[in-house]
């Protein structure tokens, strides 16, 4: 998806899900969010390498494919060092964000030998504990708030939705979600900010903003 996604800066790309079919053959979901939408099925299977382009759904501003390609597996030393990355993730002008779970001897390497292979990446956080362990803070509401929040642009700068337009998607009052977005932006603080400092060799979660590849 990079070529697509530097052609197209202003689109925002979200990899659902990602299943290698069999060596060199990838199937993944895509939703992409734009201006337009919809018309984009002719683009992506014009493509290097893709073999076929399903789409899933359309919206006002968002679309869903399904696209079968060419492809190696990602990032082989990831594979080989167990790691695994989480979705969704992001992809837009041409960078991929991905959230990646696991040891720090093991993140330092994968780190170090993306940037041996001339990968440009950079670092945007690194946090002790896993994903699940952050979302166990939440209650099942607030993880629902905080999905949709993030999925319809809300903390993206500048705002792709307004607190407003978010609450009448969640159907509730504006008073009601601003609560809630506070309860969540202060456990998200406690995680990051508060947290204890974390055991050589303990489990961690890094975010990386990286180059996106072919086998992104």
């Given at each position: 998806m990079q070529r697509f996604s530097s052609l197209h800066p202003t689109v925002r790309l979200e990899v659902l899900d990602r299943l290698e079919l069999r060596q060199g053959v990838v199937l993944f979901e895509l939703r992409l969010s734009?201006?337009?939408?919809?018309?984009?099925?002719?683009?992506?299977?014009?493509?290097?390498?893709?073999r076929s382009v399903e789409l899933l759904s359309a919206g006002p501003r968002t679309s869903t494919y399904r696209i079968v390609y060419d492809g190696p597996t990602f990032l082989p030393v990831a594979k080989r060092l167990r790691l695994m990355r989480?979705?969704?993730?992001?992809?837009?002008?041409?960078?991929?964000?991905?959230?990646?779970?696991?040891?720090?001897?093991?993140?330092?390497?994968?780190?170090?030998?993306?940037?041996?292979a001339r990968i440009r990446l950079d670092v945007e956080a690194l946090r002790p504990g896993s994903r699940e362990a952050l979302t166990e803070r939440f209650t099942a509401r607030q993880q629902e708030v905080l999905s949709e929040a993030v999925r319809l642009g809300y903390f993206e700068v500048p705002r792709r939705i307004t607190?407003?337009?978010?609450?009448?998607?969640?159907?509730?009052?504006?008073?009601?979600?601003?609560?809630?977005l506070a309860l969540i932006?202060?456990?998200?603080?406690?995680?990051?900010v508060r947290a204890p400092p974390r055991r050589p060799g303990a489990p961690g979660a890094v975010s990386l903003a990286a180059e996106a590849t072919e086998c992104s």
């Open positions: 734009s201006d337009r939408p919809a018309g984009w099925t002719e683009t992506l299977a014009q493509l290097p390498h893709v989480q979705f969704p993730f992001p992809i837009q002008a041409g960078v991929a964000t991905w959230t990646i779970v696991g040891t720090e001897p093991k993140i330092r390497r994968l780190i170090e030998r993306l940037r041996a607190l407003t337009e978010l609450a009448a998607k969640l159907r509730i009052a504006a008073s009601t979600l601003s609560v809630t932006e202060k456990k998200l603080v406690d995680a990051h």
